[in-house]
């Protein structure tokens, strides 16, 4: 290895002892900002509220610089498309396992091959080709009314077309994503004709207009304009917390042995994937391990009294409060894979 060698005269001894003492003084300040690094940046459609908190616990134990840009999930997925490979967010965290489908699909998305992750969340909590992973989990399950209605009187969500809840029957409307998601995990599940033939039943049976909102059908309920509606159980948590009273409770339906493909309460998920841009990987690759640990899933699933994704941790005991229940297996991926057959299927069914 060839090496250069510098010759020093007496004359030069001071003006190197002052660049000396320079480079000394500037060192430490340059240290520091290598170890602060690039921020990672993460483009979040979940409440800031919900997810600053535990990010700035990560940020505190790691000394990982993080910038976190929130909105809505579709314009943050415009916004992404938009930027193509110049985007600098370097993991999207949104709800809703139709908006991280699409995300995938759209090339969004890097596939990853993680053995912690893959340990931590189940298979059918997360995308088949690793591009993206839930990390906590939410049940759209049966809301009913403590004062009219007995719960032998449920079993499924079919059920609710049957015509003893003829202007029994509350729903959210079809356009928000989570209806939609419902419908697409029914036609996985039973096939079009007969997943169209329960949303007309259920369109046959409504109380009322559809709402805007899930807290609209829990107080419909708990009001008397409806006796039952379909709800994310994260909604019915939050109306817990404001009434001291609430004439409102969860039934877990679909629970019965022999019902296939279409056992189990529908679940969805908020999750996480690393995008293509990630200038971060390495990074976004330990923070999206982190979300999976037990260390990090009692709050960032609790804190909205969703459930962990990770198997391994408990629910809050609010959570715990509402029962168990046997959750549909069907990957969740499949509410985004048929999500547009879902939107017609209940255009046709007349389910606004």
Not at 11 to 34: D, F, N, W, Y
Not at 155 to 166: C, K, N, R, V
């Amino acid at each position: 290895m060839l090496r250069a060698k510098l010759w020093v005269t007496p004359a030069h001894r001071p003006l190197l002892a002052l660049m000396a003492a320079c480079v000394a003084a500037v060192l430490p300040a340059c240290g520091q900002q290598q170890s602060a690094g690039e921020p990672l940046v993460i483009y979040s459609s979940r409440n800031e509220q919900l997810i600053k908190p535990l990010l700035d616990q990560y940020a505190s134990e790691t000394d990982q610089a993080i910038e976190l840009v929130t909105g809505k999930e579709g314009p943050l997925l415009q916004r992404m498309r938009a930027e193509g490979d110049q985007s600098p967010a370097d993991l999207l965290l949104t709800v809703d396992a139709g908006n991280l489908w699409k995300a995938a699909d759209d090339g969004l998305l890097r596939p990853l091959d993680d053995a912690t992750l893959e340990q931590r969340i189940p298979p059918h909590l997360r995308d088949p080709q690793g591009r993206w992973f839930g990390l906590s989990v939410r049940a759209r399950t049966i809301a009913y009314s403590t004062e009219r209605v007995q719960t032998d009187a449920l079993s499924t969500y079919a059920a609710l077309g049957e015509p003893q809840w003829d202007g029994r029957l509350c729903l959210r409307t079809s356009k928000k994503v989570y209806n939609q998601s419902l419908v697409a995990m029914m036609i996985a599940a039973k096939g079009e004709d007969i997943a169209q033939a329960t949303v007309e039943s259920w369109v046959a049976n409504l109380a009322t207009e559809p709402f805007a909102n899930d807290t609209a059908v829990l107080k419909a309920i708990a009001a008397g304009q409806c006796d039952v509606g379909i709800v994310n159980s994260y909604y019915f948590g939050r109306l817990q917390r404001e009434a001291d009273e609430l004439p409102v409770a969860l039934f877990w339906p679909n629970q019965a042995e022999g019902l296939g493909e279409a056992r189990g309460v529908h679940v969805n998920v908020s999750g996480a994937g690393i995008t293509k841009a990630a200038d971060q990987f390495d990074a976004a690759l330990a923070l999206l391990r982190w979300l999976a640990s037990a260390e990090a899933q009692a709050g960032f699933a609790g804190d909205n009294l969703e459930y962990p994704a990770n198997p391994a941790v408990e629910p809050v005991p609010q959570v715990q409060a509402w029962g168990d229940f046997v959750p549909s297996l069907i990957n969740v991926s499949t509410a985004g894979r048929l999500q547009a057959d879902a939107v017609k299927l209940m255009e046709r069914a007349g389910y606004r």
